[in-house]
């Protein structure tokens, strides 16, 4: 069992940018592909971004492309999330998914291993 821990989250102002990370506790999470995916209040959970085991390949939502960036920092234990110029419509819940395969995926039910969520709220 992986327990994914997400951070960062918080209150923000429209334009301004934060920056969320997860990680596996206890576990190399290198061993596996991840993801984020967010739901906003009375929506369903949407895919945001993905990124590759040793983090060379990334996919990105449509809603999200030229704003996000995700990627693996140095050491390969964190998954990290960098939004710029936020907007009222990135006010949700954002979800670590971790998935034991090596190919990178769009659907939430691939992924096997969730984080408790993180909210990231956008004030206008």
């Known amino acids: 069992q992986v327990t994914l821990v997400e951070s960062g989250g918080g209150s923000v102002q429209a334009g301004d940018s934060l920056i969320l990370s997860c990680e596996a506790l206890g576990e190399t999470f290198s061993f596996y592909t991840a993801a984020w995916f967010r739901q906003a209040p009375g929506k369903e959970r949407e895919f945001v971004a993905a990124?590759?085991?040793?983090?060379?390949?990334?996919d990105y939502g449509d809603s999200v492309k030229g704003r996000f960036t995700v990627y693996r920092n140095a050491g390969l234990t964190q998954m990290v999330l960098e939004i710029n110029n936020l907007n009222a419509d990135d006010t949700a819940r954002y979800y670590c998914a971790a998935r034991t395969l090596t190919v990178i995926s769009t659907e939430e039910q691939r992924y096997e291993y969730w984080g408790q969520g993180i909210q990231v709220t956008v004030s206008p």
């Open positions: 990124v590759s085991r040793m983090g060379t390949d990334r």
